[in-house]
C-alpha cells in the first residue's frame, strides 16, 4: 500500500572543479567571481520539484484521506478497487502515528485532487525516507 523510498540530501549549484591549471601562472591569477553559491537538496524533492505544504493536524488529514479514496477508488480497476479498500485503512493508521513526524509534499503543478507524498526521517537517519501511496501512482514504461 505504501511505497516507502529513500531520499538523499545533495548539493546542486556551483562546482569547484580544478583543472589543473595554474592561475598564478596566468592573466592576473585572480578569481574570476563566480557568485553561484551550492544549495544542499534532497534528491527527490529536488528532481520531482515538490512543493513542502503546511503540516495537517488529525482532523485535516482524515479529512484529506476520505477525499482522496472518494477520488481515487473510482479510477481503479474493480479487483483493485477491492484491495484498495482491503489496505487503506492499515496505512492510514500507519500515516497517522506518525503524523506529527511527517512532511507533507505535492507535485509542481499543486492540484487539490493529486496525491500527496509523506518525507519522514527514521530514527537515527540523516536523510529523509519519503512515503507514497502505491494506488496512487500510474506505472510508465520507459
Known sequence: MLWEVEGKWVFQGAVD????????AEDGGEDEGVDDQAIKVVDIVDTFRLQEQPAYDKKQFVTFMKRYIKLLTPKLEAEKQELFK??????????????????????????????VVFAYYKEGATDPTFLYLAYGLKEIKC
Open 17 to 24: 572543479v580544478d583543472i589543473g591549471a595554474n592561475p598564478s
Open 86 to 115: 482491503k489496505h487503506i485503512e492499515s496505512a492510514t493508521k500507519f500515516l497517522l502515528s506518525k503524523l506529527s513526524d511527517l512532511q507533507f509534499f505535492v507535485g509542481e503543478s499543486m492540484h487539490d485532487d493529486g496525491g
